[in-house]
Antibody, heavy 117, light 111 residues
Framework: EVQVVESGGTLVQPGRSLRLSCTTSGFTFGDYVMTWVRQAPGKGLEWVGFVREKGTTEYAASVRGRFTISRDDSKSIAYLQMNSLKIEDTGVYYC???????????WGQGTMVTVSS | DVVMTQSPLSLPVTLGQPASISCRSSQSLVYSDGNTYLSWFQQRPGHSPRRLIYRVSNRDSGVPDRFSGSGSGSDFTLKISRVEAEDVGVYYCMEGTHSWTFGQGTRVEIK
């Protein structure tokens, strides 16, 4: 059974850093793009970025230069490193897998990040 | 940047009646390989998103056949032939041709 589980969300002060993890099982991790999508409280979905199977990355303009997505294929885990956090980064962060050349087909349950002083 | 515009943003529907959601992109979503990377997602209250449709009109495994997607170029539609109570939630279109962008979402509720 496919499983995607996010962890690491917490309360953090503005300007600080936080790393989220996305632990997966039940599929061949190395064959998939791994992506992060966030949702501010009461708002819609916002794509954050993704890491391709070979490790190259793309990011939304709102996080480019502050956030870094990486992957460890040996552990089937994807990461979202968030630096210089802003209040507007508050929200639920979802990890999802995407088949090559397709949009995300399996999502985790999300982890909450609150940026506040 | 591509802008995805959904309408309506709120859709009250009577049980058993059809529903239709429009999604328009500011640029064509036809990729150089000939495919159109447009998907529809459902987010039920308190749940994670779930993909319903990929590449405009392909239904995901386990998705009821009352859901259908259509369209081409920059104009797309999600239809629910007969709305059921479990269909309540927010529906998003998303493009993957350019730089992965969601529409604003359409809230489907029962009248």
């Amino acid at each position: 059974e496919v499983q995607v589980v996010e962890s690491g969300g917490t309360l953090v002060q503005p300007g600080r850093s936080l790393r989220l993890s996305c632990t997966t099982s039940g599929f061949t991790f190395g064959d998939y793009v791994m992506t992060w999508v966030r949702q501010a409280p009461g708002k819609g979905l916002e794509w954050v970025g993704f890491v391709r199977e070979k490790g190259t990355t793309e990011y939304a303009a709102s996080v480019r230069g502050r956030f870094t997505i990486s992957r460890d294929d040996s552990k089937s885990i994807a990461y979202l490193q968030m630096n210089s956090l802003k209040i507007e980064d508050t929200g639920v962060y979802y990890c999802a897998r995407a088949p090559p050349w397709e949009l995300p087909d399996w999502w985790g349950q999300g982890t909450m990040v609150t940026v506040s002083s | 940047d591509v802008v995805m515009t959904q309408s309506p943003l709120s859709l009250p529907v009577t049980l058993g009646q059809p529903a239709s959601i429009s999604c328009r992109s500011s640029q064509s979503l036809v990729y150089s390989d000939g495919n159109t990377y447009l998907s529809w997602f459902q987010q039920r209250p308190g749940h994670s998103p779930r993909r319903l449709i990929y590449r405009v009109s392909n239904r995901d495994s386990g998705v009821p056949d009352r859901f259908s997607g259509s369209g081409s170029g920059s104009d797309f539609t999600l239809k629910i032939s007969r709305v059921e109570a479990e269909d309540v939630g927010v529906y998003y279109c998303m493009e993957g041709t350019h730089s992965w962008t969601f529409g604003q979402g359409t809230r489907v509720e029962i009248k």
